[in-house]
Nanobody, 127 residues
């Protein structure tokens, strides 16, 4: 099995920054594709950013230019650097992984394809 544990959430003011981390353990070789998804109260889970392998990254239009996804395979850790945060970014952020290589932003719309999920970390942005 592959276990994912997120950290780094918190409360910031609009325009601030946060960096989320997702530590993977267990069968880390099954994390070919990794992504960040978020869910706000009363809304469906939405894809934020995806990294396929180590070089291919994809972003939701709403976060392009503000968020950066990266991974450190030596540390088995996925990151999401979030800058210029807005109140609309308030949500629970989830880390997800899957053994399949998902090339393309369309997979941000398909959270059901990701087999492994973390427990989530809350991000709250105040105006």
């Amino acid at each position: 099995q592959l276990q994912l544990v997120e950290s780094g959430g918190g409360s910031v003011q609009s325009g601030g920054s946060l960096r989320l981390s997702c530590a993977a353990s267990g069968y880390t070789y099954r994390a070919a594709s990794m992504g960040w998804f978020r869910q706000a109260p009363g809304k469906e889970r939405e894809g934020v950013a995806l990294i396929c392998g180590t070089a291919f990254t994809y972003y939701a239009d709403s976060v392009k230019g503000r968020f950066t996804i990266s991974r450190d395979n030596d540390k088995n850790t996925l990151y999401l650097q979030m800058n210029s945060l807005e109140p609309e970014d308030t949500a629970i952020y989830y880390c997800a992984a899957d053994p399949t290589l998902y090339y393309g932003a369309q997979y941000l719309l398909q959270p059901q394809k990701f087999q492994y999920w973390g427990q989530g970390t809350q991000v709250t942005v105040s105006s």
